[in-house]
């Protein structure tokens, strides 16, 4: 009989990619669980690159400048913000196995982070893993208002600058909604998968490190 430390142990960052080729990814119970499972929504949380919309204020917000935006700067520094308490969430899937695999793909240039800074301190970002054309986004985090959307509006025009067909939320809320983010059935989910690892790698880095808001707000199709 396989025991649970046999799963936790067989997980390799290579096992991981093909699971998320077949639609599924690993959660942990708790911070504190030693042990992952596998998870395939029936309803999959997904923002249409090319309807993604930006609120008028957070436009304002990115084209004043206040903060700075780095990519694959700090891995560690944005986990560690990710898996942190937080008003409405008490408790953390980012367990340390979790922390392990997602940094080995990290160094593998398969996971990536957008962080936003603000006097050299880092105050909001995401993660996520990119493969094919697809980016499967995993958490992010803010310790100042917007930053976590901000974050967003930078990975959305990088997806976008670079050819990118599929931003796989795992699952919608609110906060996700308001950029555009929709529900599809685990069917059509897999279609646009397959579509989406298909062809051509998205170039993720399309988009300079630097570049100005104004050519990242153009380079995201709608703002509202």
């Given at each position: 009989m396989t025991s649970a430390d046999d799963i936790l142990f067989s997980i390799t960052p290579e096992?991981?990619?093909k699971a998320y080729a077949c639609g599924i990814f690993p959660m942990a119970e708790s911070a504190t669980d030693t042990a992952l499972y596998w998870v395939e929504p029936e309803m999959r949380g997904i923002i249409p690159i090319e309807k993604f919309h930006i609120p008028r204020r957070l436009a304002r917000t990115i084209k004043s400048g206040v903060f700075d935006v780095r990519i694959d700067y700090d891995f560690e520094g944005v986990i560690e913000g990710c898996a942190a308490p937080a008003p409405g969430r008490r408790k953390t899937w980012i367990n340390d196995r979790i922390r392990e695999l997602y940094g080995e793909l990290f160094k593998l240039g398969y996971c990536h982070t957008v962080e936003i800074w603000r006097d050299d301190e880092l105050v909001g970002g995401l993660y996520g893993v990119r493969l094919g054309r697809a980016f499967f986004g995993e958490?992010?985090?803010?310790?100042?208002?917007?930053?976590?959307?901000i974050a967003l509006v930078y990975l959305v025009a990088r997806l976008n600058k670079g050819g990118f067909r599929l931003l796989d939320t795992q699952f919608v809320t609110d906060h996700l909604k308001s950029f555009g983010?929709?529900?599809?059935d685990r069917r059509h989910y897999h279609r646009l998968l397959e579509e989406a690892l298909g062809g051509?790698?998205?170039?993720?880095?399309s988009l300079p490190a630097d570049a100005s808001p104004g050519l990242v707000l153009q380079s995201v199709s709608q703002t509202s």
């Open positions: 096992v991981l990619l958490s992010m985090f803010h310790h100042a208002r917007d930053a976590s959307k983010a929709v529900e599809v051509n790698e998205g170039d993720f880095h």
